[in-house]
């Protein structure tokens, strides 16, 4: 299957109507182009067992755009109601029987200039994902560093901000690496490119907390909720990067990745037995596919 983004689906909805693909276009003079001005979110859909499709956490997502969307004095008007609207159109529209669905929700500013009179069409697109499980990947540590919160928030879901992880990218495909780890400007982990870590030491599990110059990371509430049904102990703090090279287990996460293993950091091997997450996976793929339920994770279902 190809990658998200390079995949081009029948229709793209903006401002909440239905129109073909080569139509969803921006004016080259707009604040969206010229200055990188846009906010966005990477929602997940997954087909359930019993014939219905479900939607993660949707209002989660809704409530993130509103705050990256915020901080950036991007007027946004559109209701919960409105956006979920939006979401299952688009996902009724495009939907096959044989994938789940990643859908992209963006504000990209189309009219305004240096903050005055700013106006965001809301675009969504979606894009066809594999329902296997993700294998193990490779990680290195970037030189490149997670920006700051006083310089461009991680707490802003903005396109601007993925300019740094795309030079990790680079960097890492230069390292055979698949994905590659940010340190914040105390030299501490602080995220993926595109996605949260997660790391077991002694049994627990360890996320750098925000704070690090993580996004607040909706499928790391997730895991926080599976965790502690789970009766694993669950922690939010500093993670040193040694921490990292010595824990028992390392993975990623996030709506995309889900929870991917990680094999190997830089030079460093890590064991391919992995109890605690294994067991974590397990139960975060029997919710998001109805398998199971928790009152803690939200799904918006579809009935087909
Ligand atoms: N950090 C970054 C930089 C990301 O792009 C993502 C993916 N959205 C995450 C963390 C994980 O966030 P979430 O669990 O909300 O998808």
Not at 10 to 16: E, I, S, Y
Not at 215 to 230: G, K, Q, R
Not at 241 to 269: F, H, N, Q, S, W
């Amino acid at each position: 299957m190809k990658k998200t983004s390079l995949q081009a689906p029948a229709f793209a909805l903006v401002n909440g109507e239905l129109v073909p693909w080569e139509d969803a276009r921006l004016h080259v003079s707009c604040e969206a182009v010229n200055r990188g001005l846009s906010v966005f979110e990477g929602i997940k859909g997954y087909w359930h067992l019993d014939g219905s499709f479900g939607i993660l956490a949707l209002p989660q997502h809704y409530y993130r755009l509103c705050q990256s969307a915020r901080l950036l004095h991007i007027p946004f008007p559109w209701t919960l109601e409105e956006f979920e609207s939006c979401v299952v159109t688009l996902t009724k529209s495009l939907l096959t029987p044989e994938n789940d669905l990643w859908i992209r929700a963006t504000l990209f500013v189309v009219e305004g200039h240096w903050g005055e009179n700013t106006r965001a069409d809301l675009i969504m697109t979606a894009y066809q994902s594999g329902k296997q499980l993700q294998s193990s990947i490779k990680l290195g540590i970037s030189a490149w560093q997670r920006s700051s919160d006083n310089a461009l928030s991680y707490r802003i879901k903005s396109a601007a901000n993925y300019q740094v992880a795309r030079l990790a990218r680079i960097e890492g495909r230069a390292r055979q690496c698949e994905e590659m780890i940010l340190l914040n400007q105390w030299g501490r982990v602080a995220e993926a490119t595109g996605a949260a870590v997660l790391i077991v030491r002694n049994g627990a599990l360890l996320t750098p907390s925000s704070a690090e110059g993580a996004l607040e990371s909706i499928t790391i509430d997730i895991i926080e909720v599976v965790a502690n049904s789970l009766g694993v102990k669950f922690v939010r703090r500093p993670v040193d990067r040694t921490e990292l090279l010595v824990a028992d287990e390392l993975c990623i996460c996030g709506t995309l990745a889900e929870l991917i293993p990680v094999e190997k950091v830089d030079e460093y091997m890590f064991d391919s037995n992995r109890p605690v997450l294994e067991t974590l996976r397990d139960k975060f793929n029997d919710i998001v596919r109805g398998v199971c339920e928790d009152d803690g994770v939200h799904i918006t279902k579809l009935a087909f």
